[in-house]
């Protein structure tokens, strides 16, 4: 199912929980995904589905406890992440490995200038002198779209707009020249003109630096305009992934089709609340011993509701995890 030829980035059979003192939580069920030097993989699904967790936990950034990282290989150029000392995980992070949060005001430092969260992971990663990594630090700053970027180096955080914090952070993220960008849900919080900026200025660094991106959403529409491939998450997992044009001509997952019938069909209005999908949210307390999303699914039959459905591959880099698919196909992917 993987073809990790030449990944940069390959996780394989991720499993993460939580043990909590109302029992364990479990956030991440079986992951799998690789990523290509240059791609940008779209990561969507509801909110509670795994999203954050898988990225954190690829990083090492949950706190243990209560995160426990149960099984899963993490490979990063071919290095293996869940064997690294914290120092060398920490160099990853600032280094190789970028990441933009959804809320910038949590991720930037309040009581340190802005040019002063820029210029220490190129001091600490890169070894930078004060001189260079001053200069460098414009340089992020204009790559970016942040006017007078020379002067704006010793404002704090809250001086600046909301969509220009977004960029600051965008610019530290990409300070070290990272060959993978985390982008977890960068653009929700902000209003759908900025959100289109945002987009724009991504899509753009993307061809002039050419790192590979996951970006994680919650929002399929987001993704659609500039994902090469997406993986849809339900319940800690990965149930259907495939290119962009391929997962709109055919979706497989009846989830993903119901993602895909609550988008807005109006350009423009996608900043109005989504059309929720009818039923309750799973039920993370357990491991899933099911189709976790069967509850709400039309096509579920019985085989649903006693097996987890495995990826499946379909042809055209298209895989699924659904046995309705199987059941009413057998020979296609006589499962
Ligand atoms: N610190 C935590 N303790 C217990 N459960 C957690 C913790 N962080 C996240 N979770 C649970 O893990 C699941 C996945 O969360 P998350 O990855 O944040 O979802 P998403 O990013 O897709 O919205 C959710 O059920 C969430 O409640
Ligand atoms: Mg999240």
């Not at 220009?164 to 919080?189: F, G, H, N, S, Y």
């Not at 039959?301 to 990826?311: A, D, L």
Request: glycine share 8%; aromatic share 6%; charged share 20%.
């Amino acid at each position: 199912m993987l073809d990790s030829g030449a990944a940069i980035l390959d996780v394989a059979d991720l499993k993460t929980v939580f043990n909590t003192r109302d029992g364990v939580v479990h956030a991440v069920n079986g992951v799998s995904f690789s990523l290509a030097p240059g791609e940008l993989l779209g990561v969507v699904g509801e909110s509670g589905s795994g999203k954050s967790v898988t990225m954190m936990s690829l990083m090492g950034l949950l706190p243990s406890p209560p995160a426990e990282i149960v099984t899963g290989e993490i490979i990063y150029d071919g290095q293996d992440v869940r064997a690294m000392k914290p120092e060398q995980l920490r160099a990853l992070r600032g280094g190789q490995i970028g990441f933009i949060f959804q809320d910038p005001m949590t991720s930037l430092n309040p009581v340190f200038t802005v040019g002063f969260q820029l210029m220490e992971p190129l001091r600490v990663h890169l070894g930078m002198n004060k001189k260079q990594a001053r200069a460098r630090s414009v340089e992020l700053l204009e790559l970016v779209g942040i006017p007078d970027a020379a002067s704006r180096l010793k404002d704090f955080p809250h001086q600046f707009s909301g969509g220009m914090r977004q960029r600051v952070m965008i610019a530290i993220a990409l300070a070290c020249d990272p060959k993978v960008l985390i982008a977890d849900e960068p653009t929700t919080a902000l209003d759908v003109t900025i959100q289109a900026q945002i987009l724009e200025l991504v899509k753009e660094l993307r061809q002039k630096l050419g790192m590979a991106i996951v970006w994680i959403t919650h929002d399929l529409g987001v993704v659609a305009e500039i994902a090469d491939r997406i993986a849809v998450m339900y319940a800690g997992q990965i149930v259907e992934h495939a290119p962009v044009k391929e997962l709109f001509r055919n979706p497989q997952h009846p989830y993903t089709q119901a993602l895909l019938e609550t988008l807005p069909k109006v350009e423009g209005a996608r900043n109005e609340r989504l059309l929720s999908i009818d039923g309750q949210p799973p039920n993370m307390t357990r491991a899933p011993q099911s189709c976790e999303f069967a509850p709400r699914c039309k096509y579920a039959f019985e085989r649903c509701r006693r097996e987890n459905p495995v990826r499946v591959d379909i042809g055209n880099g298209h895989d699924v995890a659904c046995w309705w698919d199987v059941h009413i196909d057998g020979e296609r992917h006589a499962g």
